[in-house]
């Protein structure tokens, strides 16, 4: 006779039986579970995709930037911003008259395309203040296109002036350095104020402890020198650049006077093309230079020889 | 933008033959070409590459920039902090304004200190950058590579290297003191050990009376119970023996639902450290599994080195594939002796042979505890089910493991706030 032993064992009590041995899939009920199945807010990330526009732009604007109070650097750069901003909203509006524009164009009247581009020039300024005065990147891209309309001209002219007490149209180099300065206050305008959101965003990590800063009296001391320098150099450069329809004729004379002398009385060279033949050439050295690779070798030599 | 810009005015300047606009055109091409040449970028505008295209010695401003990075230990615990030293050199006779951010693993928080620096590094010149990271999870890190950025004043170029430095280090999961687990082999090793096993023989912890032979020591006579059967009565003691216990964790992808830093998988690997360092310390000898994707086993041994061998396996178990538990019992049957302790830790979801696979164990005797960390806790924790969701499912894991109890499995439903003794001690009833 079979001893009975005792067991743990008790799969007999299972046998022949369909028993359920795991949880119903998580998946399905969440679908037919009815109210709740939507995602949780939190589990989705705050992601800035930038739009269409904003990716020519180069990113995402983020409108919401929460800055902290500005500091010292960011106050004083905001002051500079509406300094330039003043004086380039008075040389825009000398250096485009009514005429020529897109409104003239459009509209046929001079009247009424000096109203609309004085409208456009109060407008972009008065983005240009707003952004600067909020640190908003929107109002400060809303301006600088505001600015780039402004002075776009859609008809064949040389430089003409809708406010001249100085008579500056009388002479030809004094006109074109006006609009080099133009230019140069331009450039300034979209540099300085993105730097003011580009330090105010350094502000704001710097508190928030996202960044740490060494020695940041000579990083703003180098930025500080940058904003004298380069607009100075740029527009020593550029004068020359824009002089060489004039530069051209003084090289060849050491040659050839005679063919000096046609030079300076060609109406091609001393004409638009002209100052696009001239600037060609000289971009054609430095393209040059580039290909060459020459700007590597003096960075090499600075670099192994120190400042 | 601004090349754009200027490229446009140029062309129209020239379609309209306005001299204003290609003035204007000039004088934004002189202001980059100035910027491209003179702010450390003249490499980049020089081919027309982008920068990220760099590598090794071809970028010349950030050629001369090295790193080195010195951490304090390449193995710590969850919720420990490690210090970081980060080394930055510059080589060139140049000055160099430079972002520095060293790469710390998202689940990582910087407790002091920044791995983000934005600094002037003088020419031939060192800086250190100190760091503390607290590191929350286990598992494998590494921390870099260094990422370095060079960019001209007004932001119009920049260039940015990775320096390649990785340091990798380990988080172990995090143990929690255990005094006693009921955790008893009904069979024993020759080698005597710490451990009571429910047989008597030499030990310390009381087992039962029984009466006297010739023989017993005059020692292990219970003089009490003498005088009150007068019987000659002895002391019998739980036999002190080294046991082999099996710890398998479950680490299928389904254990990692819920939280990232509350779910069945950080639970499960926290209690086999837990676990592993008790019996270990016991000089039992521990075995553990772990199954997601495929069958990682460490094998059964005793020390202190088995242990750092376990957290590591512990550490490095990922969330992964969806093994049953069926597999794992039909390998690893013919290599565990018969009666082992057998700790196994999971969710118990989504896995059908669950019950087949413990009723194996249990046929053959062995003592299984299941402590079973509730993904569903986690997710109505987070707002991630709904109440009637939940209900249903707490309902289907209750039925479950009542069909477990049923087998004879020591089983306890472990809820987040629980502490593992306490969960060792509800599996076992007490």
């Known amino acids: ?307 | 933008m601004l090349g754009s810009l200027a490229i446009a005015m140029y062309l129209l300047g020239l379609t309209l033959r306005n001299s204003q606009l290609v003035t204007i055109a000039v004088v934004i091409f002189v202001f980059l070409t100035w910027a491209a040449l003179f702010g450390g970028h003249a490499d980049v505008s020089a081919s027309g590459r982008r920068s990220e295209e760099w590598t090794g010695e071809e970028g010349v401003a950030l050629g001369s920039v090295s790193a080195m990075r010195k951490m304090s230990s390449a193995r710590i615990f969850e919720d420990g902090e490690l210090n970081v030293t980060l080394r930055m050199q510059n080589h060139s006779g140049l000055a160099k304004i430079l972002e520095v951010r060293d790469r710390v693993p998202e689940v990582m928080r910087i407790k002091e200190g920044s791995n983000y620096i934005l600094m002037e590094l003088g020419p031939r010149r060192e800086t250190f950058i100190e760091y503390t990271v607290e590191c929350p999870l286990r598992g494998f890190y590494s921390l870099g590579p260094v990422a370095v950025r060079i960019q001209d004043p007004f932001g119009l170029f920049h260039k940015e290297k990775e320096l390649h430095v990785y340091n990798d280090f380990l988080v172990f999961p995090k143990m929690e003191d255990l005094k006693e687990t009921f955790v008893k082999s009904r069979v024993p090793k020759i080698f005597t050990g710490a451990v009571n096993i429910r047989q008597p023989g030499p030990g310390s912890e009381f087992y039962s009376l029984r009466e006297y032979f010739e023989g017993d020591s005059f020692r292990a006579i219970n003089w009490s119970a003498y005088a009150r059967s007068g019987k000659l009565m002895v002391n019998e003691r739980e036999r002190d023996a080294v046991s082999d216990v099996i710890i398998i964790v479950d680490s299928r992808a389904v254990s990692e639902t819920g939280p990232v830093s509350r779910n069945a998988l950080v639970y499960s690997t926290r209690a086999a450290a837990s676990l592993a360092k008790y019996f270990l310390g016991r000089r039992d000898s521990v075995g553990v599994i772990t199954y997601g994707d495929e069958v990682v086993s460490v094998d059964r041994d005793t020390g202190k080195k088995q242990l750092y061998v376990i957290l590591t396996k512990l550490a490095g178990a990922v969330a992964k594939g969806n093994t049953p538990l069926q597999v794992v019992v039909n390998r690893i049957m013919p290599h565990i002796n018969k009666g082992s302790p057998i700790i196994f830790l999971s969710n118990l979801e989504d896995d059908p042979t669950i019950v087949n696979a413990l009723r194996d164990f249990r046929a053959r005797d062995f003592d299984v505890t299941v402590l079973s960390p509730s993904s569903l806790e986690f997710e109505f924790d987070a707002k991630r089910l709904n109440r009637t969701g939940y209900e249903v499912l707490k309902t289907e894991r209750d039925v479950l493991i009542s069909e477990l109890r049923g087998l004879g499995v020591n089983i306890m439903d472990w809820e987040p706030d629980m502490l593992l003794s306490t969960a060792l001690a509800g599996a076992r009833g007490f």
């Not at chain 1, 002075?151 to 080099?180: Q, Y």
């Open chain 1, 1 to 307: 006779m079979a001893v009975k032993r005792e067991s743990g064992d008790t799969s007999h009590l299972y046998d022949g039986k369909t028993v359920r041995s795991s949880a119903p899939s998580r998946k399905a009920l969440a679908g037919s579970a009815g109210i709740g199945t939507e995602i949780p807010k939190d589990a989705i990330p705050e992601i800035e995709v930038p739009k269409f526009i904003e990716s020519l732009l180069g990113g995402p604007i983020i409108p919401k930037m929460k800055f902290l109070k500005p500091d010292k650097m960011v106050q004083n750069l905001q002051l500079a911003v509406y300094g330039i901003l003043a004086a380039l909203g008075f040389l825009t509006f000398i250096v485009s008259p009514g005429a020529g524009t897109i409104w003239f164009m459009l509209t046929g009247s001079i009247g009424l395309a000096s109203i609309i581009q004085i409208v456009v020039i109060v407008a972009a300024c008065g983005l240009g203040f707003y952004g600067v005065f909020k640190r908003d990147g929107r109002f400060l891209l809303g301006s600088q296109l505001l600015f780039i309309l402004a002075i776009m001209r859609f008809a064949s002219s040389k430089v003409s002036l809708s406010f001249d007490p100085f008579g500056l149209a009388d002479n030809n180099f004094l006109l074109s350095t006006l609009v080099v300065i133009y230019a140069v206050l331009l450039i300034m305008y979209i540099e300085l104020s993105s730097g003011v959101l580009r330090y105010s965003m350094l502000d704001t990590s710097i508190r928030t402890n996202e960044v740490y800063v060494m020695n940041p009296g000579k990083i703003v001391g180098k930025y500080h020198r940058a904003l004298i320098i380069n607009p100075v150099i740029a527009l020593i450069l550029a004068t020359l650049v824009l002089s060489a329809n004039k530069i051209v004729p003084v090289i060849v004379n050491i040659f050839n006077s005679d063919l000096a002398g046609q030079l300076r009385e060609s109406v091609e060279l001393t004409s638009v093309y002209g100052v696009a033949l001239g600037t060609l050439f000289v971009f054609l050295v430095v393209g040059g230079l580039f290909a060459l690779n020459l700007p590597t070798h003096i960075q090499n030599w600075r670099e192994s020889s120190g400042e």
